[in-house]
Nanobody
Framework: QAQLMESGGGSAQSGGSLRLSCLASGYINSGYCIGWFRQAPGKEREGVASLESDDSTVYSDSVKGRFTISQDKAKNMLYLQLNSLKPEDTAMYYC????????????????????WGQGTQVTVSS
């Protein structure tokens, strides 16, 4: 069973950067698919970035070109680099995982994911 713990959130000015980390135990070599999500107050949770089985990256249109997902399998870590931050990026950010049936397709659909971290808050001021 995957266990996830995010860190690295905080406050930033518009145009600034943050790096989020997610310690993921028990999944890297066990056929799990992983991704980053966010949820702003009063809004539905949305997919931000995900990885396919061949390490190809998938991004939502709202963050494409500004955010970068990466992983360090040796350390069981997943990262999300947030650049050129905007006030609308303010949200609770979550890493999530699900057991892959076969190939990780880079899904950005929250319903697909079984395991979630507790979240880390990102607040961007203008």
């Amino acid at each position: 069973q995957a266990q996830l713990m995010e860190s690295g959130g905080g406050s930033a000015q518009s145009g600034g950067s943050l790096r989020l980390s997610c310690l993921a135990s028990g999944y890297i070599n066990s056929g799990y698919c992983i991704g980053w999500f966010r949820q702003a107050p009063g809004k539905e949770r949305e997919g931000v970035a995900s990885l396919e089985s061949d390490d190809s990256t998938v991004y939502s249109d709202s963050v494409k070109g500004r955010f970068t997902i990466s992983q360090d399998k040796a350390k069981n870590m997943l990262y999300l680099q947030l650049n050129s931050l905007k006030p609308e990026d303010t949200a609770m950010y979550y890493c999530a995982a699900y057991a892959a049936d076969d190939y990780c397709t880079g899904s950005l659909k929250p319903v697909r994911y079984q395991y979630w971290g507790q979240g880390t808050q990102v607040t961007v001021s203008s």
